[in-house]
Structure formats: structure tokens, C-alpha cells
């Protein structure tokens, strides 16, 4: 590995880890994120009931259980630098790449950590069939991915606003609409027994969008983040 590139896995490294240390003390977002979603998926499923519910329906509200869980805990990677001070040292120690490298690891271990949990759940507590929660993992593992590089640079933009919480689900909503579309569309054909070979042209889509948005988002964090 040329010696630019083993520096930039290494300080992203350190990044992620340093993040990691700090979110296994507090447990805040890691515990916002999956008592959001539990608590969403809970109410949906005492409400409309385990019964009856179309692959689309059923396919829209994995995706909406997953979206407002996300925004409830992924901006604190950022939010965290600017309420303790530590931002600054962070801009002074490290280059733009890395830290935008690390922070998207951790957002990508949240997401994970969140859909390990939460998929086998809501395939209990609804009436997905667990008979394609194979074929889902493709169409999950993608949606986790899009989510994490989307949301990424939107938290370092809202990190210094006065009202956070809000301004990051505003400003998400509009890039990950796409993003969710074609997640309903894909995870309706799986659940669906339609297979992901009806689901290609979803998946291309979604792939697409993965590599878009964490090379767009890779070129434009430094200007965020330096200003």
C-alpha cells in the first residue's frame, strides 16, 4: 500500500476508533437509534397488526422504522465535536479525508448495529416472510450503506446550526428520497417472492446512488468542514 494511502486508512482508523471509544462510554446515539426504533416498530405493529398487510405496505414501513431512526441519532457524530470543543483540535490535528472516512465507518457501524436488531424484529412482529429475509440481506446491506454516505456530510453542515436535530431530518429527507424509493421498490419484489432478479434494476440503482454519494460527499467535505 503506497505510503499516502496507509496514512489515510490509518488516521481514519484512529478517527473511527476515537469515535467508538467516546460512543461505548455514553452509549447516546447507539441508544437513541435503537430505542427509536423499537419503540416505531412496536407501535406500528400493535397497530395494524401482525395480518393482511401487502408486501408494499409492509416494504414502506420497514424503510420509514429505518429513516426517522436514523435521524434521530446519526448527526450526533458531528454534534458531539462542537458541543465538548473538540472540533477545532480535530480540523488542526487531521485532514478533511480521513475524518469524513471515520466518521462514515462509524455512522456505517450505528446503521448496522441498528438493522441487526431491528430486521429480525420486524420480520416477528409483522408478517413478512422470513422465507426471503435471505434475498432482503442484499437490498438491507445497500439501503445501510446509501443512508450512512447521505447522511454523513449532512450532519457536519448542521453540526454548528442552533437547531440540529430538526435542520438534519429537513435536509436529509430530500437526498434520501430517491434512496428510499428505490428501497420500497426493491424490498416490495423480495417480499414480494418476485427474487432480487426482478429487483436488478433497483439494485444498480442503489449501488449507483452508494457510490455517488460518498464520492460527492469525499470531494465536497473539505469545504465543509474547513469553514
Known amino acids: 500500500m503506497p505510503p499516502r494511502s496507509a496514512g489515510l486508512v490509518s488516521k481514519a482508523l484512529a478517527v473511527y476508533a476515537k469515535d467508538m471509544r467516546l460512543e461505548l462510554r455514553s452509549r447516546y446515539a447507539l441508544n437513541a437509534i ?6 416505531t416498530l412496536a407501535v406500528v405493529s400493535f397497530s395494524l397488526g401482525q395480518s393482511g398487510l401487502s408486501p408494499k405496505l409492509l416494504s414502506a414501513l420497514f424503510w420509514i422504522v429505518i429513516f426517522f431512526s436514523a435521524m434521530s441519532g446519526l448527526a450526533h457524530v458531528f454534534i458531539r465535536e462542537e458541543e465538548t470543543g473538540t472540533a477545532l483540535a480535530l480540523r488542526l490535528m487531521a485532514d478533511p479525508d ?6 462514515l465507518a462509524f455512522n456505517f457501524s450505528l446503521l448496522t448495529t441498528m438493522a441487526v436488531v431491528v430486521t429480525p424484529l420486524f420480520f416477528i412482529f409483522t408478517d413478512a416472510p ?20 447521505a447522511t454523513t456530510l449532512v450532519a457536519a453542515i448542521i453540526s454548528r446550526a442552533s437547531v440540529k436535530g430538526a435542520l438534519f431530518a429537513v435536509l436529509s429527507f430530500p437526498i434520501l ?3 428510499l424509493i428505490a428501497l420500497v421498490a426493491a424490498t416490495e419484489k423480495v417480499f414480494g417472492g418476485s427474487g432480487l432478479g426482478e429487483a436488478l434494476a433497483e439494485l444498480q440503482f442503489l449501488l449507483a446512488y452508494a457510490v455517488v ?4 460527499s469525499l470531494l465536497l467535505f473539505k469545504f465543509v468542514w474547513q469553514d
Do not use: D, Q, R
Not at 435503537?34 to 419503540?39: D, G, Q, S
Not at 480521513?98 to 466518521?103: A, E, L, M, S
Not at 442484499?138 to 450503506?145: C, F, Q, R
Open 130 to 149: 422470513a422465507e426471503h429475509i435471505i434475498s432482503f440481506l442484499p437490498v438491507l446491506a445497500l439501503g445501510v450503506i446509501g443512508f450512512s454516505g
Open 98 to 103: 480521513p475524518v469524513y472516512i471515520g466518521k
Open 34 to 39: 435503537l430505542m427509536f426504533a423499537i419503540t
Open 177 to 179: 428520497m430517491p434512496l
Open 213 to 216: 454519494m460518498i464520492t460527492a
